[in-house]
């Protein structure tokens, strides 16, 4: 059971789908990052690193996404770091 405080006024529908909404994209993004980079194996305890390494992950992730083809995050990763041609379209930078 969760329970939510908020000021909007809105149907409990559209409140639940919201919530639902939030909650899909937070699930994805970690998913994606644990799947992309092993993020749960991570040995940084250093708080102040810790923080801009996931910044740069995520930077990494938006980035992976905007490349339009069949592959997957994790392998567009991979092959950024294999092909300095890939990295460059990653990167949107003309070759």
């Known amino acids: 059971m969760r329970y939510y ?4 006024r809105v ?3 559209q409140f639940a789908a919201s ?3 939030h909650w899909g994209i ?4 970690h998913w994606c990052l644990d799947v992309t980079f092993r993020e749960d194996e991570s040995r940084v305890r ?3 690193l810790a923080d801009n390494i996931a910044w740069l992950k995520r930077f990494a992730i938006s980035l992976l996404k905007q490349v339009n ?5 994790a392998m567009r990763r991979r092959m950024a770091g294999w092909n300095p041609a890939y990295l460059f379209k990653v ?4 070759a």
Do not use: C, M
């Open 5 to 8: 405080i908020s000021s909007l």
């Open 46 to 48: 250093n708080r102040i």
């Open 69 to 73: 083809d069949k592959e997957s995050i």
């Open 19 to 21: 919530v639902r909404g």
């Open 91 to 94: 990167l949107q930078i003309p």
């Open 26 to 29: 937070e699930n994805t993004l």
């Open 11 to 13: 149907g409990i529908k």
